[in-house]
């Protein structure tokens, strides 16, 4: 188990990373094809489901790629799976400054509260079907057996492999297991605007899309949130990515390579940004809040529009760069360790 979350942290140049978060960062798990994955509740009042269940369809997104944007997945609609096989999870598209929107939901051959992935390579998809509740052994089995018909010729990985890819699924699971003392994360993209957020619950999942970072308390999960988000760090990291389709990319390679102090309660500057970062946060859940009591509908482009808009103009917002301005000036031609 120790082998497989080591490969979960973030690569990259090693020798260029200043920072000590580089070292306690992790990538978020490949939870792909997504459509196999992915679901979206669906009630029907001529049914009336079991216990304990959930009644699904596929969700589709506009993101999916051939072959599995166009895939029938007829057998997969309208399917009743046990609730426990039913995890949140957390995708770039979720997150904005300070905060994050509704988790989307994901099935998976993991039941809640297990420590690992019941793996099997003899097993249906490589998982040990006698691990999963009746249900969702069936539904496993269909998914499997799309995956496998669907995969690429040259794709010799099952599902559980593509699933566990590197193992960083089995990595947010030991670590709900054992969080040891960095109990709470933090949240970052891994394209466009640097954008990171707190994660309270500890059962959800984080996509790969997004990167954790394990935090000791809150304070030093503020202190992060007020960095990650300024316009100071944007500027700074922004030169060192490259360009994609969607914005600045690999910001998980680039971001660590500033020098960007452990969090030392003992430091001052370290305090301010915290509090920056804490105030503005509170601040960012109220405007949220007001979002959605304006719109009928929230998208997470939209949201990070207007966090950031707000954030542009706001005393909170100065504070924080006022703040991480003073630090990382402070902090770069020293030492970024603990």
């Known amino acids: 188990a120790d082998v497989r979350v080591e490969d979960a942290r973030i690569t990259g140049d090693s020798t260029e990373a200043m920072s000590f978060y580089r070292e306690v960062s992790r990538a978020g798990a490949t939870i792909v094809p997504r459509c196999l994955f992915f679901v979206v509740e669906t009630v029907n009042p001529a049914i009336i489901a079991p216990g304990g269940t959930v009644t699904a369809n596929p969700r589709r997104g506009v993101h999916d790629k051939k072959p599995w944007k166009c895939l029938d997945l007829t057998a997969l609609c309208e399917q009743t799976v046990e609730d426990t096989h039913v995890f949140d999870v ?165 971001l660590w390579k500033l020098a960007i102090p452990g969090y030392d309660p003992a430091d001052k500057s370290h305090l301010a940004v915290s509090e920056a970062g804490r105030a503005a946060a509170a601040e960012a859940a109220e405007r949220l809040t007001q979002l959605r009591q304006e719109r009928d509908r929230i998208t997470g482009t939209i949201a990070r529009r207007e966090i950031r808009k707000w954030l542009r103009e706001s005393p909170e917002g100065e504070a924080v760069e006022s703040a991480v301005s003073e630090l990382l000036q402070h902090s770069a031609d020293g030492s970024s360790g603990m």
């Not at 995708?91 to 690992?116: F, S």
């Not at 949240?187 to 059962?203: D, I, K, N, Q, W």
């Not at 007020?226 to 500027?235: G, V």
């Open 90 to 254: 957390y995708l770039g598209e979720t997150l904005v400054p300070y905060a994050t929107l509704d988790p989307l939901k994901a099935v998976l051959p993991v039941r809640h509260g297990d420590t690992e992935i019941p793996i099997d390579a003899g097993g249906v998809g490589g998982i040990r079907v006698g691990a999963l509740e009746r249900r969702m052994r069936g539904r496993w089995k269909t998914t499997s057996d799309l995956w496998d018909a669907n995969k690429g010729s040259n794709n010799n990985k099952s599902l559980s492999e593509q699933l566990d890819y590197f193992g960083k699924l089995s990595a947010q699971l030991e670590w709900m297991r054992d969080p040891g003392d960095r109990p709470i994360q933090v949240v970052y993209t891994g394209s466009g605007a640097p954008t990171a957020a707190l994660l309270e619950v500890r059962e959800a999942l984080v996509d790969y899309t997004l990167y954790r970072v394990p935090c000791r308390d809150a304070q030093e999960a503020y202190y992060l949130l007020a960095i990650i988000n300024s316009d100071t760090l944007r500027r700074a990291v922004t030169p060192l990515m490259p360009k994609g389709q969607y914005g600045a990319r690999h910001l998980q390679k680039h």
